[in-house]
């Protein structure tokens, strides 16, 4: 007798459900999905105990025949694929036709469903995987699935279950997801029969000022690029607000909500590091790319996306951003609160959040918050609804409007660091190293796309030796350094002369700072992804004015009058400020002239 | 101490060694002026300890004795007194004072123990040189040393001694300048080598007067220059082989009007980029056209002059303002230029030189690129 056994249909499935459904929430977006794939514009979705007791969507999608709703809870039964060729196409969620039949067996499930030509509608009831009953009743066009006792008869999964707080967190997660990418679909929400929310089909922006927030909205600029065969549009945080903790950060690739690494760090480059490190910009971008251009059918719940070319990706995402970005710029200032500590949006500050209560033995519709959004029909409300569900975004409050500095008037120099100026609202004060280091990065990156730096012929050639790893690395940013620049011969595997240095800067010590640039580049971690971005960095840094450097008035006027005409002119490359300013208003404040 | 002395006198001597105490110092003491009355002479020293300057002047000493005091007030007062005989004393307590006519002035003073003592310059070698000689020297090389203090060995002009000649030059790696003079006396037999700093020489070229000895020693270097001394250390430096750098085969040669051509560069880099002010040279037979323009502002600058050119027509770009500080050193009314290539080295030199002299200037050109 063979060991090998052909495992039994309600088995397969049930380890299948292991993969797609991990936790009500899963279910959730799993139904979403094929409500949308239905053409439904109107979703309610009805959650009971977390969605542990019960979980109910309802749409006015297309609905099934009784015919195809007895073959959609089996596995690989779908419609929306034929063909192993429709795979590359898909513009649909689902297509795997595993969703339902790992629900159903993991489940009870009702599946009510009505073509619009049918009279009546078909009732499915299933148990343990298998349909159980089959009737026929009156209903609206469309579908209803209802899913009760999720996970009975897998008890592991079931007590590794969080507390219906929990749950319920992630399931609304899931829903601001496709609330943002639909607008066009009505999405209501019930739990524990209160109704939550009832999003009304609107457009983007207004979906997104219901969901997101006025505030935070006026806090973003719009991105719309076509570029490299790809089209994206959405909205970024302005540079200036930076978040402390994770800023929330939606990416719909056709639609589809996806998570990838590369894309959010081409968002975080794009700001020219006028961020800090580890900060991460608040966005909500929409992808539209040819199918062919990536692989969703890497996971069973499709979260992740392998991009044939991760590169192009970046490119098109970064340069979207960038170009939106230069239209704005803004200046921090020593405005009172903004200078000494974070100050918090207001949309998190003073109200109790629903889902904050999690820590404390309160049932979510029993806060107070959750009747006041239902009953006021507030619409702030749905926007402290959903600000909850992720990490609280603390927003680094700087100043909102531009204010040009005029550079014409009395400068001076503070201890060889500060450039002390007179402007018409008070006093700036300008960081000389990270001013010129922002001046040289956007130089560079100039250099490497339109014009080369000249090169300052040496009387003394200087001659360099590099480990081997090192000269490996050297060889291959040559050409971006003759961009740069400096005109390098390189001898045997080893060795190289620098014959020119750029004009653009003082330099002295070639080789310290060559040395010093080659290291720099090797430890920024993502020199392979965007070696030009990786060499303007160490460039800038290495070769800008150093703290301490005494500086003549025409070097300072012309330090100044060079760092407005950047792209970014508030924000170092490694997302330090370059300006601060302190305004009469803010002096009379402190000299108490006005209070 | 006491003495009497003029104000005239002893303002002049102030303002000598004033120049070296340093503005900023840790040791609290350089701000002092050392004042020591000995034999019917004053003499006045200060010291930044690198560089040090001490200057006699003829007193009538009443007590002998010695006080440092606060340089800056006590220059002010000096300064400002009337030409008349002042009588300054020092008491116990180190209390300095002054009397004249109708004023009576008090400044506290410290002990000259704790004043730092000046080198003793042990005698390797001596040259005797005329003083104006070494001032324009030192005027004509100076103004091309780095102040990167990366590169010690290029803050400092090197005083080279090569049997006839003596040789001081000045780089900061971009330009060079070289002065040799043969009109001199010295015991020295082998040759020299010695890298003085800036700071020492600014005092010297002011000295035009008279015959000038250097002393070379192991570790300083004295110039007796009359009734003042400098002392300086030296750079313990390597000073790069210059010699190496300097092409010898430019075969084009330029000769122009030094003050037009110095004139045009300065009108035609006001349109360069301010931190390159780099301006692009074309040179044929008849004439020579500077240009220049940023590429930001959008700004362009152009001027086509006369000049004489003998070699194949070249373009050549440079930083107008090393070429100005070059020209500008030359005395006479035209200048040459001899030039290679557009990256070799341009050598610039008088149109005829001094007698025993020799000077020249090299600047590095910038690639254009194209
Ligand atoms: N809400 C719905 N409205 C209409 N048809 C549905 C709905 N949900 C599921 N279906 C049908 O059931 C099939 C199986 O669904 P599912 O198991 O999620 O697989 P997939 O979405 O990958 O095709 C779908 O292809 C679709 O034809
Ligand atoms: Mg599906």
């Given amino acids: 007798m063979s060991k090998i056994k052909i495992l039994p249909e309600h088995i397969a499935n049930k380890i299948a459900a292991g993969e797609v459904v991990e936790r009500p929430a899963s279910v959730v977006k799993e139904l979403i999905e094929n409500s949308i794939d239905a053409g439904a514009d109107e979703i309610v979705i009805t959650i009971k105990g977390g969605g542990k007791n019960l979980i109910q969507i309802i749409d006015n999608g297309s609905g099934m025949t009784q015919e195809d709703a007895l073959l959609c809870v089996e596995r690989h039964a779908t419609s929306k694929i034929s063909a192993w060729e429709d795979l590359e196409h898909v513009r649909s969620f689902g297509f795997r036709g595993e969703a339902l039949a790992s629900i159903c067996s993991v489940a009870d499930v009702d599946i009510k469903t009505r073509v619009k030509e049918s009279d009546v509608a078909a009732l499915l009831k ?29 008890p592991a999964r079931r007590n590794f279950l969080k507390t ?136 069973p719940t499709k979260a992740e996306v392998k991009f044939k070319d991760e590169q192009l990706l970046y490119r098109i995402v970064f340069h979207a951003v960038q170009d939106s970005m230069v239209t704005d710029a803004l200046i921090p200032t020593m405005d009172n609160q903004a200078s000494a500590e974070t100050a918090t949006l207001h949309l998190n500050d003073q109200s109790v959040l629903p889902f904050e209560t999690q820590r404390r033995p309160v049932q979510f519709g029993q806060t107070a918050v959750a009747h006041e959004m239902v009953h006021s029909g507030h619409e702030e409300s749905v926007v402290q609804f959903f600000s909850a569900d992720e990490q609280k975004t603390q927003v680094q409050k700087q100043l909102v409007q531009r204010q040009p500095v005029n550079p014409s008037t009395l400068v001076w120099q503070l201890h060889n660091r500060y450039i002390v100026s007179q402007i ?105 992804l965007d070696p030009r971005d990786s060499l303007a960095k160490s460039f800038s840094c290495k070769t800008a004015i150093k703290s301490g450097d005494p500086l003549t008035v025409d070097e300072m006027n012309g330090l100044i009058d060079q760092l407005f005409a950047c792209k970014f002119p508030y924000v170092c490359p490694h997302g330090r400020p370059i300006i601060i300013q302190l305004t009469l208003d803010e002096l009379d404040r402190r000299f108490m002239r006005i209070t | 101490m006491k003495f009497i002395v003029t104000q005239a006198d002893l303002s002049k001597a102030l303002v000598k060694v004033i120049s070296v105490v340093p503005t900023k110092t840790t040791l609290p003491v350089l701000g002092n002026i050392l004042m020591t009355a000995k034999d019917g002479f004053l003499n006045l020293t200060a010291t930044d300890l690198d560089v040090s300057i001490m200057t006699k002047i003829s007193v009538d000493v009443k007590e002998p004795g010695g006080i440092t005091v606060p340089s800056k007030q006590f220059n002010e007062l000096v300064k400002n007194l009337p030409n008349i005989p002042l009588e300054i004393s020092s008491d116990a307590q180190y209390k300095l004072l002054v009397k004249c006519d109708k004023g ?123 009734d003042t001394q400098v002392y300086s250390r030296i750079l313990e430096e390597t000073y790069p082989d210059y010699e190496r750098v300097i092409p010898s085969n430019n075969d084009k040669k330029m000769t122009a009007e030094t003050h037009m051509l ?40 152009t001027e086509k002059l006369k000049v004489e050119f003998e070699g194949d027509d070249l373009q050549i770009g440079y930083n107008a303002h090393l070429l100005m500080s070059a020209l500008n050193n030359i005395d006479t009314d035209e200048v040459q230029v001899h030039f290679k290539g557009p990256t070799s080295a341009g050598i610039i030199t008088p149109s005829h030189q001094v007698e025993n002299e020799h000077q020249m200037m090299l600047v590095m050109p910038v690639r254009l690129n194209d």
């Fill in chain 1, 126 to 154: 299933i148990h343990a995987g298998k349909i159980s009953e089959v009737t026929q009743e009156a209903g609206l066009a469309g579908t209803s699935i209802t899913v009760k006792n999720l996970f009975y008869n897998v």
């Fill in chain 1, 164 to 299: 219906n707080n929990t749950e319920f967190r992630h399931i609304a997660g899931v829903m601001k997801k496709f609330a943002i990418a639909y607008p066009q679909i009505e999405f209501t929400l019930i739990h524990e029969d209160e109704k939550i929310f009832q999003l009304k089909k609107s457009d983007l922006p207004t979906r997104l000022e219901k969901i997101i927030g006025k505030d935070v909205m006026s806090y973003t600029l719009p991105v719309d690029k076509d570029q490299f065969g790809a089209h994206i549009k959405g909205y970024i945080s302005k540079p200036s607000f930076s978040y402390k903790t994770h800023g929330e950060q939606f990416l719909f690739l056709n639609g589809r909500p996806i998570t990838n690494r590369t894309a959010s760090y081409a968002v975080f480059s794009a700001y020219g590091h006028s961020i800090p490190k580890g900060d991460k910009p608040f966005f909500i971008l929409f992808l539209e790319w040819n199918p062919e251009e990536f692989d969703v059918n890497v996971h």
């Fill in chain 1, 424 to 528: 018409k609202s008070g006093i700036a004060i300008i960081d000389q190293h990270v001013a010129h280091e922002r001046i040289l990065y956007e130089r560079a990156l100039d250099a490497f796309d339109h014009n080369p730096i000249f090169s300052q012929q040496l009387l003394f050639p200087q001659t360099i030796e590099f480990t081997p790893e090192d000269y490996a690395i050297v060889e291959h940013i040559l050409p971006l350094m003759e961009k740069l620049g400096f005109v390098v011969k390189t001898f045997g595997k080893r060795t190289i002369v620098v014959e020119a240095v750029p004009a653009d800067v003082r330099l002295g010590n070639e080789q310290k700072i060559l040395l010093d640039m080659i290291q720099h580049y090797k430890d920024n971690e993502n020199h392979d």
């Fill in chain 2, 262 to 301: 110095a004139d045009a560069f300065k009108r035609v880099s006001i349109f360069a980029n301010p931190i390159t002010h780099q301006v692009r040279m074309g040179m044929s037979k008849k004439d020579l056209t500077i240009t220049a323009e940023d590429m930001d502002g959008g700004n362009k600058g």
């Fill in chain 2, 104 to 226: 009576d002035y008090r400044l506290s003073g410290e002990t000259d123990d704790d004043y730092p003592a000046l080198p003793v310059v042990d005698e390797k070698g001596i040259l005797k040189i005329d003083a104006k000689v070494l001032s324009r020297m030192i005027g004509k090389t100076s103004f091309s040393v780095s102040s990167d203090p990366l590169r010690p060995a290029l803050t400092g002009v090197l005083f080279q001694v090569m049997g006839s000649e003596l040789r001081l030059v000045a780089t900061d790696g971009h330009r060079l300048a070289k002065m040799t003079y043969t009109k001199f006396e010295s015991n020295i037999k082998d040759t020299l080598n010695v890298i003085v700093p800036t700071k020492a020489l600014s005092e010297v070229a002011k000295e035009n007067k008279d015959v000038t000895s250097i002393n070379f020693g192991q570790n300083h270097i004295r110039f007796d220059m009359g």
